[in-house]
C-alpha cells in the first residue's frame, strides 16, 4: 500500500496514549505528527495540513468537539476527516453529537490495534469522505452544553461511588482506588472548565 506523504495528526493529552497511537501508525509507514489539545493542533494545522486528524475528545484548554466545530466551519480544513476516540464519551448521544459534528468515525477506548488501523485504511484510500454541513456556533454551542452537563452528572456519581468504596477498603487495597479518585477528579475539573466556558460564550453571544 502506497502511503500518503501528508501527515496523519494525533491530538491526546496522555502521553502514553499519544505515542502508542503514534507508533502504531509509523510502523505502518504513516507519517505523522501530534499536538497535547485542540489549541495546540490548530496551530500546527496552520503549519502542517494533515491528511487525517485523530482526536482525543476529553482534554484539556480544547477539548475534541470544540476542536472539531473549529475545523468544520473553517472552509480551509472543514473537508480533512477526522476520528474521535473517548474512554469518556461513549453513550448513544456523544457518539450522535461527535458524527453531526462532522467525524467520519468514533472509536472507544482502549482502541483496537487492527481496528484502528483498518479504519485509518479505510478512510484514506475511500476519498473526500461524505460530511454534513457544519453546526451554527448556537447550535454547537447548546448540544456541546449538553453532552458536558451530562458527562459531568455521570462523572459525580462515579466520584462518589469511589468515595463510598474507598471507606469500606482495608488500607493496603487503597492505593489504586485513591489514585483513580484523582484521576476522576481531573477530569471533573476538566470537564467542569469546559461547560463554565460553554456557558460563558452562551451568555454573551447567543
Do not use: W
Not at 484514506?124 to 458536558?148: K, M, S, V
Amino acid at each position: 500500500m502506497q502511503v500518503s506523504q501528508e501527515p496523519i495528526l494525533i491530538v491526546e493529552d496522555v502521553p502514553n496514549i499519544r505515542d502508542l497511537l503514534q507508533y502504531t501508525l509509523k510502523f505502518k509507514g504513516y507519517p505523522v505528527i501530534t499536538a497535547k489539545h485542540g489549541e495546540d493542533a490548530l496551530e500546527k494545522i496552520k503549519e502542517t495540513r494533515p491528511i487525517l486528524i485523530i482526536t482525543d475528545v476529553l482534554m484539556p484548554v480544547m477539548d475534541g468537539f470544540d476542536l472539531c466545530q473549529q475545523i468544520r466551519i473553517n472552509p480551509e480544513t472543514r473537508d480533512i476527516p477526522i476520528i474521535m476516540i473517548s474512554a469518556t464519551y461513549i453513550s448513544p448521544e456523544d457518539r450522535e453529537f461527535a458524527l453531526k459534528l462532522g467525524a467520519v468515525r468514533f472509536l472507544e477506548k482502549p482502541v483496537d490495534t487492527d481496528e484502528f488501523l483498518l479504519t485509518v485504511a479505510e478512510i484514506l484510500t475511500q476519498g473526500p469522505p461524505a460530511l454534513p454541513e457544519p453546526l451554527t456556533n448556537r447550535d454547537f454551542y447548546i448540544g456541546y452544553r449538553e453532552r458536558l452537563e451530562n458527562k459531568l452528572r455521570q462523572k459525580n456519581k462515579q466520584i462518589e461511588r469511589t468515595r463510598r468504596l474507598l471507606e469500606t477498603l482495608p488500607e493496603e487495597q487503597k492505593f489504586a482506588f485513591k489514585n483513580l479518585l484523582q484521576e476522576e477528579l481531573s477530569q471533573r475539573e476538566t470537564i467542569q472548565s469546559e461547560l463554565d466556558e460553554v456557558y460563558r460564550i452562551l451568555e454573551e453571544q447567543f
